[in-house]
T-cell receptor, first 117, second 114 residues
Framework: DTGVSQNPRHKITKRGQNVTFRCDPI?????LYWYRQTLGQGPEFLTY????????KSRLLSDRFSAERPKGSFSTLEIQRTEQGDSAMYLC???????????????FGPGTRLTVL | KNEVEQSPQNLTAQEGEFITINCSYS?????LHWLQQHPGGGIVSLFM???GKKKHGRLIATINIQEKHSSLHITASHPRDSAVYIC????????????????FGKGTHLIIQP
């Protein structure tokens, strides 16, 4: 399967713990996005990368959140000192996106569902 | 404020009916996306359009840039079309955006009964 993959699919953690999620985009896709979706709502943009450069961060991304894409391939999203309000589905998407400013179809992964107890 | 508004929020119809889902947005955009989300979270991109009309099988998407409005139509609806349909926009260059992430509507929950 050459689609976008995310691991783990589910994560249950206790408040205050750190968690890390991984996203593997479609190979040769230059652009990678992270979104968060809470129950009954549409997804919300968190951040995106053009290759290894993190070009945009939403105000939703507090200091407890950090994302990396060190070699321009896979990406990780870490949440430190988790809070119950962090419980959500974390979605990753990738697109071809050769040029900054271009628009392309985004391909979504299955998501990582985080539950903070 | 929500920059992307969808209607209706919920829609139940009988198999075979013609379905229309509407999306209105308030910012200048570079593109509009229609997405389908099934229970369990998986999101599939249906259309990306910046003008006119696109058709794929029984699905048709239209956009009116001047009126900041788009519609998604499903012809000859089938129970397997049951899903949440989400409209999302990419802010345009002069809306403080660029190649930003998408801004999503809350989705339309569609149920097609046999």
């Amino acid at each position: 399967d050459t689609g976008v993959s995310q691991n783990p699919r589910h994560k249950i953690t206790k408040r205050g713990q750190n968690v890390t999620f991984r996203c593997d985009p479609i190979s040769e896709h230059n652009r990678l996005y992270w979104y968060r979706q809470t129950l009954g709502q549409g997804p919300e943009f968190l951040t995106y990368f053009q290759n290894e450069a993190q070009l945009e961060k939403s105000r939703l991304l507090s200091d407890r959140f950090s994302a990396e894409r060190p070699k321009g391939s896979f990406s990780t999203l870490e949440i430190q000192r988790t809070e119950q309000g962090d419980s959500a589905m974390y979605l990753c998407a990738s697109s071809f996106g050769v040029q900054v400013g271009s628009t392309d179809t985004q391909y979504f992964g299955p998501g990582t569902r985080l539950t903070v107890l | 404020k929500n920059e992307v508004e969808q209607s209706p929020q919920n829609l139940t119809a009988q198999e075979g009916e013609f379905i229309t889902i509407n999306c209105s947005y308030s910012v200048g955009i570079s593109a509009l996306h229609w997405l389908q989300q099934h229970p369990g979270g998986g999101i599939v991109s249906l259309f990306m359009l910046s003008s006119g009309k696109k058709k794929h099988g029984r699905l048709i998407a239209t956009i009116n840039i001047q009126e900041k409005h788009s519609s998604l139509h499903i012809t000859a609806s089938h129970p397997r079309d049951s899903a949440v349909y989400i409209c999302a926009v990419e802010p345009g260059e002069y809306s403080g955006g660029g190649a930003d992430g998408l801004t999503f509507g809350k989705g339309t929950h569609l149920i097609i009964q046999p």
